[in-house]
């Protein structure tokens, strides 16, 4: 058998049958700034009513709210053995406690323990810091939480 190159009689088209009436000159997207503007008016609302209707934006944190006659305590190192037991104690002698820890030597099974012990809300908080540390104090101690 002779080896010729094959030479074919037709062109091959590059697009499909299906496209193939169709002109696509022209691919650039029109701008459509009122469309674009909208969009993000909408999610800007939806997001702010989002954020004010959870617990922890703007409002006041329970903890913050001064009652009379009820003491709040902070306990440093209330996640360790001493810490939990004197946080115990403030607890049932129905005080209010803020426990801040940061798990160093403590652990967060006594933290637990006494979030089931005393589940009402207002009672016991957990702030995970270290005091070591003067701006995380000063932030996450002494901001808004407390």
Known sequence: ????????????????????????????R???????IAVAAALTVMCILVLKQSPGFGGTSVFSR????????????GAGY???HATLRLLTDNYRVTIVDNLSRGNMGAVRALQRLF????????IYTDLGDPKA???NV?????
Request: hydrophobic share 25%.
């Open 1 to 28: 058998m002779p080896t010729t190159p094959r030479s074919r009689s037709q062109a091959r088209t590059t697009r499909s049958w299906i496209l193939s009436g169709m002109d696509f000159g022209d691919t650039r």
């Open 30 to 36: 029109k701008p459509n700034f009122a469309g674009k």
């Open 66 to 77: 001064h009652e009379t006659g009820v003491t709040h305590v902070l306990v440093t190192g």
């Open 82 to 84: 001493i810490g939990s």
């Open 119 to 126: 589940p009402e809300p207002g009672r016991l908080q957990f």
């Open 137 to 139: 104090g000063e932030q």
């Open 142 to 146: 002494f901001g808004e939480r407390v």
